[in-house]
């Protein structure tokens, strides 16, 4: 993104102090300019305000226990079928809860946020927060620790209230996984959708498909393909495991927090082309350069023109070829290259979009180190 913004449980128009001296990254991200604390003013609150009273309405009908019981059993299903059970997201909220309680749910960090007792908002989503730990107790303990029922509540309601201040403000609200298949569950079932569309919604977003884009209709399917060219990284990592165990955490995390950095910088060229499409013809044009990469990329790593293996199909055709050994460490796939020296070619041939493209590959096909 070209600009991020992180909104506070409570204030309007926070400053770092409000967001207390922890999470460590958090306040690294800010210190380095790559994002910054959401501030609305008194007109965009009261929009904000508003929005938020029509969520809370349905959030306190029955739809909104309806959309809470469904976001569980959806979760559920996919952790069924999921191939890599570490991919199984009632179990990530499960450690997420217990490690908020003993880790976040401290001084300096969430309660410095958030100063109640239970370390949930003093306000209606709030209080429908532990009303629903009450209704949905059980359904609730398959993703959360005993104890911590209100808690995951709370904070799949907080991500109605910051969608809500985001809005205000004309900007896109981008949840982690808990909070964004409880806000699509929600949204869908607000409007009317059944159950069974809701969940193949959500299977799509969890990835059940092989892609993103075989899920999506004919006529989206490149608007689809755009959307995954947006996801970091492109093709590289951001450590590597040699460096794992080498810093303090402030230094580790200003480290990763630099590379973040140096990506955005280097991806600059390829978001404004992104960003630019709007009409067919501008998907066409940047799909050429994309594919003129691709068929420069053959020919100087030494591939062959005809006959590709399996890996190397997905590795030249799928742009995010990163996989994920161990959670955390991500991590590209190795393939053998016949590859000659490139040098200067790579920084002085095509539009900046396949310039960077270029790096991008041959640095993950180095990195690899086969």
Known sequence: M??????????????????????????????AGLLHPLHLDAVEMDAAHAAEDSALRDLQSWQGNKSLAQFIEQALICDDVQPWAGNSLSK?????STFQAANVRVP????????????????PFGAWARAASIVLRGPLQSMAQPGEEPYVAATLARGLKYRCRADAVRLSYQAHPMRRDFLLTFDLTREGASERVVLDVIKAI??????????????????????ELELPLLGGRLWG?????????????????????DYRERAADLRRAVARCVTDEDYLRLARDIDGAKRQLLE????RRVALSAVEEDLVNGVASVAESVPGVPKVSGIWLGARTVGKQLSSTGTPVQRFLYKEFFRAWKRAGR
């Open 241 to 261: 495991a040699d460096e794992v165990g080498n810093l303090g955490e402030g230094e580790w995390i200003d480290l990763i927090v630099s590379r973040i950095a």
């Open 92 to 96: 990530r909220v499960q450690d997420w």
């Open 206 to 227: 969890r990835g059940i498909h092989r892609s993103l884009a075989t899920a999506a209709s004919e006529s989206d399917t490149h608007r689809v393909q755009l959307l």
């Open 300 to 303: 100087r790593l030494g591939l």
């Open 108 to 123: 300096g960090h969430h309660d410095d946020r958030i100063t109640t007792s239970d370390g949930i908002e003093d306000d």
């Open 2 to 31: 070209s600009k991020v913004w992180v909104a506070h449980p409570v204030h309007a128009a926070p400053v770092p102090e409000h967001f207390g001296s922890k999470p460590y990254l958090l306040r690294a991200l800010a210190d």
